[in-house]
T-cell receptor, first 116, second 114 residues
Framework: NAGVTQTPKFQVLKTGQSMTLQCAQD?????MYWYRQDPGMGLRLIYY???????DKGEVPNGYNVSRLNKREFSLRLESAAPSQTSVYFC???????????????FGPGTRLTVL | AQSVAQPEDQVNVAEGNPLTVKCTYS??????LFWYVQYPNRGLQFLLK??????LVKGSYGFEAEFNKSQTSFPLKKPSALVSDSALYFC????????????FGSGTRLLVRP
């Protein structure tokens, strides 16, 4: 049981380049999330997927797109990278409990992205 | 507006002494509160949560937190700190408009000196 996995671990891009961050979970969770972490700002939600087949914007979606490929996988795409997107990106997942509430989120190890 | 505040950027404590990491929240209705820990170059790990029931919640690695509704606080505590507890700690509250989205505080760095 690997939990939440992310690839790549590190990436350096030039301004304007594109890339996709991959995330997969093997816990059969319904919901998946993409966050970015910047110093002094905690974690900010970029996009989330409440369940397979649905995605929605979080607090800071501009410049990003997502795909919920199946229940296990949730990818984040930067179409034209900008230096402001230099950050550490975390994927997370959680499960829905009986009664409708959600359990705690489980996080991947992160991707450290630098945009030059 | 919903929010979580961690007023201390860093907390310093000597090994063996008790530690407290502060957290206050603002949310209408009943809050769902969480604490996470992040070790260097790692993802966040869940420590504990308060949903309902006893105000004192016990979690992983000997940590506990006390929900105080009148003070809207949820401080993280440990009776005896270890050097290995040194890490970044995040408090989070579930958003009112969603059963699954969280709002995170800015984080508090805990430094336990030998």
């Amino acid at each position: 049981n690997a939990g939440v996995t992310q690839t790549p671990k590190f990436q350096v891009l030039k301004t304007g380049q594109s890339m996709t961050l991959q995330c997969a979970q093997d816990m059969n969770h319904n919901s998946m999330y993409w966050y970015r972490q910047d110093p002094g700002m905690g974690l900010r939600l970029i996009y989330y997927s409440a369940s397979e087949g649905t995605t929605d914007k979080g607090e800071v979606p501009n410049g990003y797109n997502v795909s919920r490929l199946n229940k296990r996988e949730f990818s984040l795409r930067l179409e034209s990278a900008a230096p402001s997107q230099t950050s550490v990106y975390f994927c997370a997942s959680s499960n829905r409990l009986a009664g409708g509430s959600y359990n705690e989120q489980f996080f991947g190890p992160g991707t450290r992205l630098t945009v030059l | 507006a919903q929010s979580v505040a961690q007023p201390e950027d860093q907390v310093n404590v000597a090994e063996g002494n008790p530690l407290t990491v502060k957290c206050t929240y603002s949310v209408s209705g009943n809050p769902y509160l969480f604490w996470y820990v992040q070790y260097p170059n790692r993802g966040l790990q869940f420590l504990l949560k308060y949903i309902t029931g006893d105000n004192l919640v016990k979690g992983s690695y000997g940590f506990e937190a006390e929900f105080n509704k009148s003070q809207t606080s949820f401080p993280l505590k440990k009776p005896s700190a270890l050097v290995s507890d040194s890490a970044l700690y995040f408090c989070a509250v579930r958003r009112e408009d969603s059963s699954y989205k969280l709002i995170f505080g800015s984080g508090t760095r805990l430094l336990v000196r030998p």
